[in-house]
């Protein structure tokens, strides 16, 4: 049970900013939100996680609700690159990483 | 982050034998863990690795299938034993400094039992 819901897929424009919308709406007061990437035929990658902040690093950034039940991942500028499945996680007691189905992002030129 | 070296990065087995998978970490973490991921799909959390002690497994997986060593902090093999072609799937091992940090993984093991 992921506890995570994602839409099943989006589309963007190459150049343009991609919000990835995740709802976490059962998560404990010390889950962290993670996101992973993972691109055809690879190993998923890590993005960037979270607490309670925005976080910001080189590859996007990360928008949590102020009630933490809902959090957006900001890639500013697609890229054909950026093609992938992203996928949204809780980790929570016991710190594993359970996957769900993720968000199929694909980005046209 | 830690880097992760997974190998063999495919192979193809007989029915009834068993292939033993390697996950070297280029610094010492606190966790890991082994994944499989069927084709087109998410990935299926195995079990974790425990250091020094027996691995924890996910409902739906025995150690007797799937025995898992963690001898030291860098380092876990996972085995997939007596094979079926069921077990024909891509398995991955992942890696993190613990709570607060993010999870690195191997680029996976591509195992066809034929």
């Known amino acids: 049970d992921a506890k995570t819901t994602q839409p099943n897929s989006m589309e963007s424009n190459e150049e343009e900013p991609v919000h990835l919308p995740c709802n976490h709406s059962?998560?404990?007061?010390?889950?962290?939100i993670h996101w992973y990437r993972q691109l055809p035929s690879q190993g998923p990658e890590y993005v960037i996680h979270?607490?309670?902040s925005n976080v910001n690093n080189r590859m996007a950034s990360l928008a949590i609700a102020e009630d933490r039940k809902s959090s957006t991942l900001i890639l500013h500028r697609a890229t054909l690159r950026d093609a992938a499945v992203y996928y949204c996680?809780?980790?929570?007691?016991?710190?594993?990483?359970?996957f769900g189905a993720g968000t199929i992002l694909r980005v046209k030129s | 982050s830690a880097v992760i070296s997974q190998k063999p990065s495919r192979d193809i087995c007989q029915r009834g034998t068993s292939l033993t998978i390697q996950c070297q970490v280029d610094?010492?973490?606190?966790?890991m863990f082994w994944y499989r991921q069927q084709p087109g799909q998410s990935l299926t959390l195995i079990a974790t690795?425990?250091?020094?002690?027996?691995?924890?497994?996910e409902s739906g997986f025995v150690i007797d299938k799937f025995p898992i060593s963690r001898p030291n902090l860098t380092f876990s093999t996972l085995t997939v034993s007596n094979m079926s072609p069921e077990d024909s799937s891509i398995y991955l091992c992942?890696?993190?400094?613990?709570?607060?940090?993010?999870?690195?993984f191997g680029s996976g093991t591509r195992l066809t039992v034929v």
């Open positions: 690795a425990n250091q020094g002690s027996e691995a924890t497994y």
């Open positions: 996680i809780r980790v929570g007691y016991g710190n594993k990483l359970v």
């Open positions: 610094s010492q973490v606190t966790m």
């Open positions: 059962t998560i404990s007061g010390t889950d962290y």
């Open positions: 992942s890696a993190s400094r613990g709570e607060g940090h993010g999870y690195t």
């Open positions: 979270g607490l309670t």
